[in-house]
């Protein structure tokens, strides 16, 4: 029983009390681990090709996509405020004081604040930068003569500066050029311009934003877009949304019951990035593709980029061709034993479908609905680089809690952490996920699918967090392309590392492959 201010506080978010039920039931009794049967390695889960089926892929898409709505989806709403951790950690702590500087001398390794000051002059910010401390009346290089290291980092982060530490990756400057900086959304539309033109010349890119950041986007997007669209001869189509309301989860106390603010409203939290199902799932689109906001290189190293994209985008669509031709014969005509066999075969070799151990024992009529079943989903095919000790999630054989195995991409943090099987299968593991993903959301009919359907609720996690100096429990949603994508048919291939070049921490600027 909720009082009639809770539930018009949930009514105006747009969940339902049993919603509310749902998931405070899930605080109490928890989700399960994960269960790693082994990893996907190439050879078993994982696709690798040689240099002529590569560019046999590559035909096949290019002849294949340009009738197609295609869509690049990009997720571009959390804040930045990770990626300047350290620099906030270290001026709140030292500020400008000796001790401060001691420990700015001292560490010199990477990640530092002192490799942040010392390679300045390297990021694309660094015009930006020069411009702002000027119109304060200040000079950066006799802050930086003076060792006023905090001032220049506060004009970095802070509002009255460029305010990064309160930016989306998005609206960061990344990589510099002879002609300018580019912000890391403007890489993206470049991308887009290559792998994503229709035959129209449309590009239609698709970013999900925070609501206190839509006008800047769109304000920049304004600003760039005729540039790009005169030099590759397209016309952009950008749209925008935002994480619904409705996905939010609430917060409870460690003994379970809401958790409060300080006006008793009950505090929500963003259900994370597996509620962008939700924004997935209204896009208008034959073939969609994810990758990740900081996960971009400068024009120099675009071409593998290109290569790769369009490589798992060509086996999409050659492997949605075969999917629905076998669709259609199985809905439409005489089901003969030798094509159950035929469909069978391409289900386990080609989409990774495990059609169960008694599936020589059924009759064709059952057959024939199983395999209807198991290929009428959503299908993804999903880069994978070499595990070269990245933190996140890879490939793996998973079975889930009504015994099915399939390829699932697994986080760590869904591993039980005291199970050393478990713990052995993920150090085993080859590949991680590096977020480079194409989707097919249509049936072999034309229709969308609801992507909500294929969801494993199971799949969701709860962490420890804390607000106005008390302890909560927050709980997320299972991720985007982990349960929420769970009951997808997945397909994974082997991508070179060069594809994978995020940006996690501010330094990460500073290596060659953003140079």
Not at 94 to 117: E, R, V
Not at 226 to 235: A, L, Q, R, V
Not at 366 to 390: D, F, H, Q, S, Y
Request: aromatic share 10%; hydrophobic share 35%.
């Amino acid at each position: 029983m909720y009082p009639e201010k809770d539930i018009r506080q949930f009514e105006k978010k747009g969940i339902s009390t049993k919603l509310i039920d749902y998931q405070i039931n899930k605080f109490k009794e928890g989700f399960p681990y994960i269960s790693l049967v082994r990893p996907a390695t190439p050879g078993d889960g994982v696709r690798t090709f040689d240099e002529y089926q590569i560019n046999k892929l590559l035909d096949v898409y290019d002849r294949n996509s340009r009738d197609l709505d295609l869509i690049k989806f990009v997720p571009a709403s959390g804040a930045a405020t990770r990626m300047f951790k350290n620099l906030f950690q270290f001026t709140a702590e030292y500020g400008n004081n000796d001790q401060g500087h001691a420990l700015f001398l001292q560490d010199k390794s990477f990640n530092s604040p002192y490799h942040f000051i010392s390679s300045i002059a390297n990021f694309a910010f660094y015009d930006e930068l020069v411009e702002v401390l000027n119109l304060k009346g200040l000079d950066i290089d006799n802050l930086l003569h003076d060792k006023d290291f905090h001032l220049i980092i506060n004009d970095v982060l802070n509002q009255d500066g460029l305010n990064y530490g309160a930016l989306p990756k998005g609206l960061i400057l990344f990589h510099h050029y002879e002609d300018g900086s580019r912000f890391a959304f403007e890489e993206h539309l470049l991308e887009g311009a290559e792998y994503c033109r229709q035959s129209d010349q449309d590009v239609h890119i698709h970013f999900t934003v925070s609501p206190e950041h839509r006008d800047r986007f769109l304000q920049l997007i304004d600003q760039q877009k005729d540039k790009y669209e005169k030099e590759f001869g397209i016309t952009y189509r950008i749209s925008f949304s935002e994480q619904q309301s409705s996905t939010d989860t609430i917060a409870v106390d460690l003994q379970n019951s809401p958790f409060r603010n300080a006006d008793d409203s009950i505090l929500f939290r963003p259900g994370g990035h597996g509620a962008l199902i939700e924004n997935l799932n209204e896009l208008e689109a034959d073939v969609i593709f994810i990758k990740n906001i900081d996960n971009i290189v400068p024009d120099r190293l675009k071409p593998d980029t290109f290569t790769y994209k369009k490589l798992i985008g060509g086996l999409l669509l050659q492997v949605q061709e075969k999917t629905f031709e076998y669709l259609r014969k199985l809905t439409n005509g005489i089901v003969t034993e030798e094509l159950i066999n035929e469909i069978s075969e391409f289900a386990i070799s080609d989409l990774n479908i495990n059609t169960g151990a008694d599936f020589p024992e059924l009759n064709n009529n059952n057959k024939t609905a199983l395999l209807i079943e198991k290929l009428n989903r959503p299908i993804r095919v999903c880069g994978m680089v070499k595990n070269e000790g990245e933190p996140g999630g890879g490939p793996f054989w998973v079975k889930n809690q009504q015994e099915e195995i399939s390829l699932q991409i697994v986080e760590s943090s869904q591993i039980n952490p005291d199970d050393p099987a478990q713990q052995e299968i993920l150090k085993s593991s080859t590949h991680f996920n590096p977020v480079d993903l194409v989707c097919g959301v249509k049936d072999y009919q034309g229709n969308k699918f609801d992507l909500r359907k294929y969801i494993d609720p199971s799949t969701g996690f709860i962490s420890i967090k804390s607000k106005d100096g008390r302890d909560l429990k927050a709980q997320e949603l299972p991720g985007l392309w982990n349960g929420a994508m769970a009951n997808w048919n997945t397909i994974f291939v082997d991508v070179p590392i060069i594809t994978f070049n995020p940006v996690k921490i501010v330094n990460d600027l500073l290596r060659e492959t953003h140079q």
